[in-house]
């Protein structure tokens, strides 16, 4: 089946995670990505050793893609970016601020020299303002948006686990990106894109900046908790496994307090009435709560949540996901051997194993890509 993207060229000067997670999708899609890499590589590829020696982060990130050095403080390297740049329909870079345009290859540039060119700069705290000048990797920026504010306990912030707002940059540029495409099928135009860091996870912080904007309403950290509805959280059962549960309206929570709790006379107790007075009790309903999980098993837990229609599930380990019935691996070829990563989202037709291309070694296709684009190898240089 032909995939979406077949037939679009993306030139990606990119490292770490944003940049590489918007190019791998765009490759999974059928685009052709070029990833342009400094000399000594990417340094995600050497972020950890532990897949066969080779870096997770790399390897989940860079699937489909061809890889070429390029020192691009050197005119013949720029001089083959350039060709490539010439030839792409995406334009996709996420170096440190204002380092590509002294190089020749910032966005303004390039979209009046390539009228349809589209243009993707990712950074750390966008192009203008006090902060634009600064690198930002992802804790910094999760520090500074108040989500560290929000995750943790009450003993202290936290890190949300993975690089969240890395992440968030790398779909939303994604998102853009083919937004852009889809404008320049009707107007013949490309467009230069802009998404930072911050301004991505800024807007997954609406919820705790709306309440505090308007009701001054502060967030607190809850732990494995939800801070604004309650209850839902975690609570231990008998043997010492840890059930999720989620009551989300005055429906469940009726179904909660008569088929769960087997206490209906807290229905409309004061004090648990609505959502808003169980938060400000939680205390309280916790104690009730976690005394009816603590007389259970886990499976007896579950099996009387899911007859009273609850939402629930199990806190899980790493191991434990590793081994989930519901998770969906695929294989990709990589240089040190194939490995299984963990399928996309998205399921298209009911296939739910797509094929994805292999991870390129550093500078896997710099010859035929210097060939391609320049007429010449490196190798042909030195001789």
């Not at 700069?121 to 006090?130: Q, V």
């Amino acid at each position: 089946m032909m995939k979406a993207l077949e037939g679009i060229t993306v030139v990606a000067v990119e490292q770490a995670v944003a940049a590489p997670y918007a190019s791998s999708r765009l490759a999974d899609a059928g685009a052709r990505v070029i990833k342009v890499e400094r000399p000594e590589g990417d340094f995600a590829r050497s972020y950890d050793k532990l897949v066969q020696g080779q870096s997770a982060y790399f390897l989940w990130l860079n699937r489909g893609k061809e890889s070429i050095c390029l020192d691009l403080t050197i005119e013949r390297d720029r001089a083959v970016l350039d060709a490539m740049t010439a030839k792409a329909d995406v334009f996709l870079q996420n170096l440190k601020p204002g380092s590509i345009g002294k190089l020749g290859f910032g966005s303004e540039d390039l979209r009046k020299r390539f009228p349809r060119l589209i243009t993707c700069d990712i950074s750390g705290f966008g192009d203008g303002g006090a902060l634009s000048h600064l690198k930002a990797y992802d804790l910094i920026v999760q520090a500074e948006t108040g989500l560290c504010a929000i995750t943790g306990t009450a003993d202290g912030p936290a890190r949300v686990g993975v690089s969240v707002c890395d992440i968030s940059a790398g779909m939303t540029a994604l998102n853009a990106i083919l937004q852009a495409l889809l404008q320049r099928e009707r107007t013949g135009e490309g467009t230069n894109i802009q998404v930072s860091l911050f301004d991505a996870m800024a807007d997954w912080m609406n919820v705790p900046v709306l309440q505090f904007d308007y009701s001054r309403y502060h967030t607190a950290r809850a732990g494995v908790n939800h801070p604004s509805i309650a209850p839902y959280g975690a609570y231990r059962c008998a043997d010492g496994r840890e059930i999720i549960f989620s009551v989300q309206n005055d429906r469940e929570w009726v179904s909660f307090c008569t088929k769960f709790l087997k206490r209906p006379e807290l229905i409309r107790r004061p004090g648990f009435a609505d959502n808003m007075e169980r938060i400000r009790n939680r205390v309280a309903l916790d104690e009730i709560v976690a005394d009816r999980f603590a007389q259970l098993s886990s499976n007896e837990a579950m099996s009387e949540l899911e007859a009273a229609a609850l939402a629930y599930g199990r806190l899980n380990h790493i191991e434990d996901v590793s081994q989930h019935s519901h998770l969906r691996r695929v294989p990709v070829s990589t240089p040190a051997g194939d490995i299984h990563v963990i399928a996309p989202g998205a399921i298209f037709d009911g296939e739910t194993t797509p094929v994805l291309g292999p991870v390129p070694a550093c500078g896997a296709h710099s010859e035929t890509l210097r060939w391609e684009f320049g007429g010449f190898s490196q190798s042909h240089l030195v001789r």
